[in-house]
């Protein structure tokens, strides 16, 4: 079993930065490929950004060049940088762990409220 908490949600302004964390249980973190979704009212949840085990990222278009996803393997930890942000960047953010053959699972977060207003 997995746990993943995220933290770092709340109201920013347009234009400005928030990071989000995401802390994961488990000893073999470092071989997890984790992504960030997110959730709009009304909307599907759609992919944000990935990083792999090897830390390889792969970003939505929509968040390319503003957002940074990133890892820390000592901390168990996925970050995701938002700058320039958005209002249309307001969402419920997930913190995802990909499927993995060893254990047959993925694993979701409870997320975290972002809102971009002024």
């Known amino acids: 079993q997995v746990q993943l908490v995220e933290s770092g949600g709340g109201l920013v302004q347009p234009g400005g930065s928030l990071r989000l964390s995401c802390a994961a249980s488990g000893n073999m973190f470092s071989i997890y490929g984790m992504g960030w979704y997110r959730q709009a009212p009304g909307k599907q949840r759609e992919l944000v950004a990935r990083?792999?085990?090897?830390?390889?990222?792969i970003y939505a278009d929509s968040v390319k060049g503003r957002f940074t996803i990133s890892r820390d393997n000592a901390k168990n930890t996925v970050y995701l940088q938002m700058d320039s942000v958005k209002p249309e960047d307001t969402a419920v953010y997930y913190c995802h762990r990909e499927y993995m053959a060893y254990d047959g699972m993925d694993y979701w977060g409870k997320g975290t409220l972002v809102t971009v207003s002024s």
């Open positions: 990083i792999g085990g090897g830390s390889k990222t």
